[in-house]
């Protein structure tokens, strides 16, 4: 007999199995579809399941969009971490590196992210969340700067005001370069490009390094 905890386990592993689906489903869509056109019917029939079960995970359009933002920002903010909390000696290498993760992410989600700027400018919420998303990231940028400015690494006046233009700058680049259907430059590019820009603002020294 199967006990009752391992029941309850396997309803929650495929309580997220269908969340995902769900959410997977969406993200797929909205590389074609604007959110304004997206409808709960065809993320469930993309998903396979019905419109019912959309209910069980999630209350509206709205919700999931939030959802689908959380789950990017989860993935961004640990890249900024990785660099912050980097040995003095690896700063500028995972930097670029973190910075070429960053790329990646906009490549595999350009749309959906123009999607969710485009949600933004409409629904406070979802703004919110957004800048929400852009700020922790700009404060963890910041922190590091900060660091690297007491260390002597960085001369940079402001390390927060800094880290919000390097944050803002970056996010408008890549929407422009990945947001808009078929990659505007090669990747490689955007991270060479981005690798420089952030090297040379905040450390004044060669891109090259």
């Known amino acids: 007999m199967v006990s ?12 997220r199995d269908v969340r995902g689906d769900i959410l997977n489903s969406a993200r797929s869509l909205l590389a074609e579809v604007p959110f304004a056109d997206l409808s709960i019917d065809m993320v469930m029939a993309a998903a396979g399941r019905s419109r019912t ?27 900024g971490q990785d660099w912050a909390q980097e040995s003095a000696g690896q700063v500028i290498p995972r930097l670029r590196e973190d910075l070429g993760g960053l ?35 700009i404060a963890i940028t910041g922190e590091r700067i900060k660091a690297d400015i007491a260390s002597g690494a960085s001369t940079v006046a402001n390390g927060t005001e800094t ?47």
């Open 103 to 137: 790329v990646d992410i906009w490549v595999r989600n350009g749309s959906l992210m123009r999607a969710l700027a485009a949600a933004a400018a409409q629904d406070p919420e979802v703004d919110a969340m957004y800048h929400a998303l852009a700020d922790r990231f």
């Open 4 to 15: 009752r905890p391992t029941v309850q386990a396997r309803a929650r592993a495929r309580r």
């Open 53 to 79: 079960i959309f209910y069980r995970h999630f209350d509206d359009r709205q919700q999931l969009l939030l959802a689908l933002l959380e789950e990017l920002g989860g993935e961004m903010t640990a890249l």
């Open 163 to 209: 880290a919000r233009a390097l944050v803002w700058m970056t996010e408008r680049y890549l929407s422009e370069c990945f947001g808009r259907g078929p990659a505007s430059v090669p990747p490689e590019t955007a991270k060479k490009t981005l690798g420089d820009i952030w090297v040379r603002a905040i450390y004044s020294i060669s891109p090259d390094c």
